[in-house]
């Protein structure tokens, strides 16, 4: 899949390695359906995790497998040291990005949870 528009994949060559927490909520995301994301907040920076398809997978050695899968793919925003720098206007436009889609992923989820409850009453 594409990276989100003004997001590119977490490159550890670059980045380094994903940190443990921000790895296992990577892989609690992979489960949902596809194309659900969320934020996830870093020193500095917030990342974003997106369920999608992978064509390869990794088995209990660590080697890749070809085959069907699903992952928690984690992308961090491009040029973020360009987007960070302060506006006039109090927010950079990372922060309303940012804001904007935590508001999006709390409102789905919020939804969803819902709407599973209502199905579990009846």
């Not at 992978?54 to 699903?70: A, I, M, N, T, Y």
């Not at 793919?73 to 109090?90: M, S």
């Not at 508001?103 to 009846?122: E, M």
Request: hydrophobic share 45%.
């Amino acid at each position: 899949m594409r990276p989100p528009p003004l997001w590119r994949p977490w490159a550890p060559e670059l980045d380094g390695p994903i940190p443990p927490t921000l790895l296992a909520r990577a892989n609690d995301l992979a489960v949902l359906p596809a194309g659900t994301t969320e934020s996830f907040p870093l020193p500095g920076v917030t990342a974003l995790i997106r369920a999608e398809p992978s064509v390869w997978g990794r088995d209990e050695k660590g080697d890749l497998v070809p085959g069907c899968f699903q992952v928690g793919a984690v992308y961090l925003p491009t040029a973020h040291e360009t987007i960070v720098a302060p506006t006039k206007g109090g927010l950079t436009k990372l922060e309303i990005a940012v804001g904007a889609l935590t508001i999006v992923s709390l409102t789905v989820g919020t939804i969803a949870t819902i709407a599973a409850w209502k199905k579990k009453r009846r």
